[in-house]
T-cell receptor, first 113, second 112 residues
C-alpha cells in the first residue's frame, strides 16, 4: 500500500535555529498538507498546497513557516527561527482529491530546546 | 471557524463489547466527516468517512452515523478486539476549505 514518508522521525533543535521537515507524498496525489499536534492537544491544520502554491493556511502558519515542493517528489516544511512552542509532532498528508481520503505520514517529532 | 468536540476522551471496553465515540461540530456548512485511527508511533489512518447527504455508513464492524440537524456524528465499533485499541479522531470539513478540523481524540482500550 502506498505510503507518505516523513523524515526525520525525531529532530531536536536549539531555539532560534532553522529546521526543515521533509515529506514524500504518494506519487499520484495532487494535494499536500501539513498538520501538527502539540502533546496532549488536538491535531491542528497548518497549510494546504496544490499546483505549486499554498491554497489555504491557518493562523499558526505565520511568516516563520514556509512550504516548498522543490522537485517532483518532496514536500518540505521550513521553520525559520524555531521557538519552544513549536515543539510538536508534525504530520504531512497527501490526497488525490481535495480534503478527502488523506493519507498521513508517521510524523516528525520536533523538540525545540 | 469550525469547532469539533469529541467524547469521551478515554473509553475502556471488554473484548467483544461495542464502543461508541461521539463528536459535535459547530459549522452547519460542514459536509465531510472522516474518522481516523492512530496507533502508537504512526500517523492517523482513515478508517471510515461520511458525507452530509448520507445518514449512516457501515464497513464491516465499523459504522458512522450523522445527524445534520443536531450537528453530531458518531463512530460505532462492534465486536471490539484488542487490536482496535488506539486513539480515534473525528474531523469535519466543508467545500469552502482545504482543511480538516479535528476533535480532541478518544483513547480506546479493549481489554482481552
Amino acid at each position: 500500500e502506498p505510503e507518505v514518508t516523513q523524515t526525520p522521525s525525531h529532530q531536536v533543535t536549539q531555539m532560534g535555529q532553522e529546521v526543515i521537515l521533509r515529506c514524500v507524498p504518494i506519487s499520484n496525489h495532487l494535494y499536500f498538507y501539513w498538520y501538527r499536534q502539540i502533546l496532549g492537544q488536538k491535531v491542528e491544520f497548518l497549510v494546504s498546497f496544490y499546483n505549486n502554491e499554498i491554497s489555504e493556511k491557518s493562523e499558526i502558519f505565520d511568516d516563520q513557516f514556509s512550504v516548498e515542493r522543490p522537485d517532483g517528489s518532496n514536500f518540505t516544511l521550513k521553520i525559520r527561527s524555531t521557538k519552544l512552542e513549536d515543539s510538536a509532532m508534525y504530520f504531512c498528508a497527501s490526497s488525490e482529491e481535495l480534503r478527502t481520503g488523506y493519507t498521513f505520514g508517521s510524523g516528525t517529532r520536533l523538540t525545540v530546546v | 471557524g469550525e469547532n469539533v468536540e469529541q467524547h469521551p476522551s478515554t473509553l475502556s471496553v471488554q473484548e467483544g463489547d461495542s464502543a461508541v465515540i461521539k463528536c459535535t461540530y459547530s459549522d452547519s456548512a460542514s459536509n465531510y466527516f472522516p474518522w481516523y485511527k492512530q496507533e502508537l508511533g504512526k500517523g492517523p489512518q482513515l478508517i471510515i468517512d461520511i458525507r452530509s447527504n448520507v445518514g449512516e455508513k457501515k464497513d464491516q464492524r465499523i459504522a458512522v452515523t450523522l445527524n445534520k440537524t443536531a450537528k453530531h456524528f458518531s463512530l460505532h465499533i462492534t465486536e471490539t478486539q484488542p487490536e482496535d485499541s488506539a486513539v480515534y479522531f473525528c474531523a469535519a470539513s466543508n467545500n469552502a476549505g482545504n482543511m480538516l478540523t479535528f476533535g480532541g481524540g478518544t483513547r480506546l482500550m479493549v481489554k482481552p
